[in-house]
């Protein structure tokens, strides 16, 4: 599915990623999840942020462009902010929606506004999904395709169940959330599923125990964002991210162990676990 670049490229053929994620406290989320889809090869990344916290995340991504956006007293995102937002939205392959957001009242209501307008393909991640949990429906009003990225304790809030019912369940869980709910599902954990509408299922065989790590997630929703910015199918790019996710995980433990294993060891390695794919 990854193919090689011609000579003449430009960075608009591997297509514009937007970033919605990043509040007080969690701006490390943005922050990977941004340099993800940079490292799976999107030829153009943005991130949108709360304003106060937008000169600490320029000094922290190079690579990636921001976008200051209207702030709540918390310094999450405002309802203010959706306009902007969907005005970017308009001008990228895909938006990337939900790291390090919080759940902040005003701001889960935003999120909830944004994903039934968003007509462009989008990754829902962490908060984003937070905030659908009190309205799994909105899933089914949605105007654009979409990939969700639960592990299993948000999974069982969108389907008000235990988490032992979904980890005991996995395979079956994803694959009915998906035909309901019309989205590619991505329930994280060891297996990692990926389910299609159509009854396809896909169950990932890399990575390793020391991938259960802060932010390993938002590694995974940005490498995901970046192959669809390329043209993938929403299906592909699910299963052919956790794969890449996963390898990458394992080259970094192979480096530094799974004990001390951290997020931005499992980016480090995106780049070469692409790299042996391709080859």
Known sequence: ??????RDAQKGDFGRVFVVA????LTGAAALCSN?????GAGLVTLGIPASLNPAMEVKLTEAMT?????????????????????????SEVVLLGPGLSRQKETAALIRRLILKIKK?????ADALNAMAVEPGLLKKLKARCVITPHEGEMSRLIDKSAGYVKNNRLSVAKKFSRDYNAVVVLKGHGTVVADRDGKAHVNKTGNPGMATAGSGDVLAGVIAGFLAQGLRLFDAARLGVHIHGLAGDLAAKD??????MAGDILEKVPYAIKLTVS
């Not at 306009?83 to 970017?88: N, P, Q, R, S, T």
């Not at 393909?121 to 991640?125: A, G, P």
């Open 256 to 261: 530094k162990g799974e004990i001390g294993l």
């Open 36 to 40: 993800a889809a940079l490292r799976s």
């Open 1 to 6: 599915m990854i193919k090689k670049r011609e």
């Open 67 to 91: 976008l200051p956006l209207p702030e709540t007293k918390e310094l999450s995102l405002s309802l203010k902010a959706e306009k902007k937002i969907l005005e970017k939205a308009e001008d």
């Open 121 to 125: 393909d989008m990754v829902l991640d």
């Open 22 to 25: 990043g509040s007080v406290g």
